[in-house]
């Protein structure tokens, strides 16, 4: 069984700060990561994708992947109220079935004015 | 650049009547996914799909659940008979590729059983 692990907040951060999010998976043979966002009654939406490890940035964005330790996180820099949505981790499947995505249940992100 | 298109975006059914649930994939792309969520829980893959074939269907419900992608036309999950635990967000997504590639989700239909 795949499991995408992530802290169900909510995470509150004021508005201007650093938001951490945080997410760990049990497949290790996974090899690409995403992060989508989704506000409430909203479908998700594709924020970050990474496949090495090290960081990507992406504006206010950075992913942050280390498949020695199976976690994945992304930083929003400058949070804004905008921002504030549910977060979620999802990872695909390794060897013949990675087409199919994991989501974690998501974190819960609130930015305050 | 039309993205993955949904319809209906809300649906009400009686318990015992049939759910059509439709989607069109983003220009370009031959994969379709079904997702579905449940209140308070995570997305769960239901089923995958290229034109006239079916993928994997390891995350349908063995009964009352189908879903095809003809050669023409959009994808089309059906469910028979609903029943009350049936209510849930359906997301449809679609990727150029199967495998390790970015997946695009749809606006969703809400599917509500009274």
């Known amino acids: 069984q795949k499991e995408v692990e992530q802290n169900s907040g909510p995470l509150s951060v004021p508005e201007g700060a650093i938001a951490s999010l945080n997410c760990t998976y049990s497949?290790?043979?996974?090899?690409?990561f995403f992060w989508y966002r989704q506000y409430s009654g909203k479908s998700p939406e594709l924020i970050m994708s990474i496949y090495s490890n090290g960081d990507k940035e992406d504006g206010r964005f950075t992913a942050q992947l280390n498949k020695a330790s199976q976690y994945v996180s992304l930083l929003i820099r400058d949070s804004q109220p905008s921002d504030s949505a549910t977060y979620l981790c999802a990872v695909p499947n390794s060897g013949g079935s990675n087409y199919k995505l994991t989501f974690g249940k998501g974190t819960l992100l609130t930015v305050n004015p | 650049n039309a993205g993955v298109m949904q319809n209906p975006r809300h649906l009400v059914r009686r318990r015992g009547q049939e759910a059509r649930l439709r989607c069109s994939p983003m220009?370009?792309?031959?994969?379709v996914y079904w997702y579905r969520q449940l209140p308070e829980e995570g997305l769960k893959f239901m089923v995958y799909l290229q034109k006239e074939n079916i993928i994997d269907e390891s995350g349908m419900p063995k009964e009352r659940f189908s879903a095809e992608f003809p050669k023409e036309g959009p994808s089309i999950l059906r469910i028979q008979q609903v029943v009350r635990g049936d209510s849930a967000a359906y997301f449809c997504?679609?990727?150029?590729?199967?495998?390790?590639?970015?997946?695009?989700f749809g606006q969703g239909t809400r599917l509500t059983v009274v």
């Open positions: 997504a679609s990727s150029s590729g199967g495998y390790n590639t970015e997946a695009f």
């Open positions: 220009k370009g792309h031959s994969h």
């Open positions: 497949d290790r043979g996974s090899q690409s």
